[in-house]
């Protein structure tokens, strides 16, 4: 049966959306040409589009939607606040009964003495955030020449003037000036694609090194903190070899330095613990947090902060927050998602069960032709397309023409898989059934075999 909610015919709407919408990382002239994809409906993992098509969501919305659509619940509580007291600040010495609830749990969640909150809009204002805060908190400590933070190459961590700069992609570097002063980058742990003759594990050792040598390099007295994504999310879903975090802790705790994991993507469930920095064993002294907070239900992330920052940064009156820090509605429905994500054992279920059977259906793509590897951690997988899995080798064409095509296919048949260059990414919503992820893998594979064939008649299956 085709239900279509009652909205304007979907040439209508992109004709309209192309008129007055600019969107985020899209080219504008392209989109004009093809016409947006009209979503208008999602229940569970899956999402319906303006004409009455189904797609299961292989990426829960932007890494966010960890409970799943369509949850009553939220909505309700965002109801609920809404009429109760729809919003104020948490500025100049006031608070409201879901700031402090919230703050409350996210201590309770979070490991050892990750007790305190400051809450912003969204993961890129947190990052902002956490720059000024731990440079304030060095300054506080009359350190205010210890101001630099090292970050990665191809890491992803906000696109605002202060994350973009953290993030390591350079293509958004190219525009508007990035990055501000006094942040640098090192190489990222990426074997597939840059680990030449290395084994994974001298690559894993060689690449967390790089730290080590950056902060000799600049001298440990200009060094604030070093940022990472426990698994990098939107620079391919890039798995550290194993060697790589047992050394970047072992310098973390050497040097005099703050270690802040960026939590947006691995936080709340997605790698089987409630932070990726469980699962990876890693010890942050700030967890940026966002995305699977509210599930994607509310515009809402934070930095959950150690007693020790928290008590430096308490001296003084730090100059810092937004409007809508502590929101009451997006708290209210933040709480709710966690109450969801902890009472119906959806985090207990990825590590005692979703996560295997990912790993194993998964797994099997990678016997697929056009497949170099197929790895996973928690909920969250990617595959590398390429000509010759034996020596890990690029396209001869563009880089990400494999995976564009590949992408395409997926939206044909049912299903969104993205596409970071050549590498496919998934990162479904937590509580997606074995039923369904059969159908994802089975789709993907469907998919592969069209992109596979669509390669070869265009002549593009060459190695570089
Ligand atoms: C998405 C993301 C951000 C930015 O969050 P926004 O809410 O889009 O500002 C930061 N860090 C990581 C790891 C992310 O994946």
Same mark, same amino acid.
């Given at each position: ?37 009209? #979503? ?19 990426m829960a919305g932007l890494w966010c939607v960890n409970i799943g659509y369509g949850r009553d619940e939220l909505a309700e509580a965002a109801s609920r606040q809404m009429r109760e007291l729809p919003y104020y600040n948490t500025f100049f010495q ?19 003495? &990750? ?49 973009? +700069? ?32 290395? +084994? ?22 200009? /060094? ?26 072992? #310098? ?20 089987? +613990? ?65 109450? #969801? &994500?902890?009472?119906?054992?959806? /985090? ?81 919503? &937590? ?29 593009? &299956?060459?190695?570089?």
């Amino acid at each position: 049966m085709n239900m279509i909610a009652n909205h304007p015919p979907t040439a209508e709407l992109q004709a309209l959306d192309a008129a007055h919408h600019l969107h985020p990382f899209t080219h504008g002239g392209e989109l004009k040409q093809k016409g947006a994809r009209v #979503i208008t409906r999602a229940k569970g993992v899956t999402l319906t589009d303006s004409d009455g098509n189904d797609y299961l969501d292989g990426m829960a919305g932007l890494w966010c939607v960890n409970i799943g659509y369509g949850r009553d619940e939220l909505a309700e509580a965002a109801s609920r606040q809404m009429r109760e007291l729809p919003y104020y600040n948490t500025f100049f010495q006031t608070t409201h009964v879901p700031a402090i609830a919230l703050a409350n749990k996210l201590a309770e969640l979070a490991p050892r003495d &990750l007790n305190h909150v400051f809450f912003a809009g969204s993961g890129s204002e947190a990052n902002d955030t956490n720059i000024r805060m731990v440079r304030t908190y060095w300054a506080e400590k009359g350190k205010p020449e210890k101001n630099v933070i090292i970050s990665r190459k191809n890491a992803y961590h906000g696109s605002s003037m202060g994350s973009g +700069s953290l993030g390591g992609m350079s293509f958004m570097h190219e525009q508007g000036g990035l990055p501000i002063p006094d942040i640098c980058h090192i190489d990222q742990p990426h074997w597939w694609k840059e680990g030449g003759d290395m +084994s994974p594990e001298e690559f894993g050792l060689e690449r967390a090194r790089q730290l080590e040598q950056k902060i000799e390099e600049l001298g440990e007295d200009r /060094v604030a903190a070093f940022i990472a994504e426990p698994v990098q999310g939107a620079g391919g879903v890039v798995i550290a070899p194993s060697t790589y975090w047992p050394e970047i802790q072992r #310098i973390c705790d050497k040097y005099e330095i703050l270690l802040i994991a960026d939590e947006v993507i691995c936080g709340f469930g997605r790698t089987g +613990s409630w932070f990726g920095s469980e699962t990876l064993n890693i010890r942050p002294h700030i967890m940026t947090i966002a995305k699977g907070l509210s599930s994607g239900y509310a515009p809402i992330g934070g930095s959950i902060v150690c007693d020790e920052v928290a008590e430096v940064i308490n001296n003084c009156e730090f100059a810092h927050g937004y409007t809508y820090s502590g929101h009451p509605m997006a708290c209210a429905v933040a709480l709710e998602n966690l109450r #969801i &994500l902890e009472e119906e054992g959806i /985090v207990d279920r990825v590590a005692s069960h979703s996560a295997a059977y990912l790993a194993d259906k998964w797994k099997g793509l990678a016997d697929h032709p056009l497949v170099g590897e197929a790895t996973t951690i928690g909920m969250m997988g990617s595959i590398v397309l390429t000509p010759d899995a034996s020596s890990r080798a690029a396209f001869a064409g563009d880089e990400g023409d494999a995976g564009l095509i590949t992408r395409e296919h997926c939206f044909q048949n049912g299903l969104i898989m993205r596409h970071v260059g050549d590498r496919m990414i998934i990162s479904p919503p &937590l509580i997606i059934t074995d039923a369904e992820m059969d159908t994802l893998v089975e789709r993907a594979w469907k998919a592969l075999d069209l992109a596979h064939k669509q390669l070869k008649d265009e002549g593009k &299956l060459k190695a570089a």
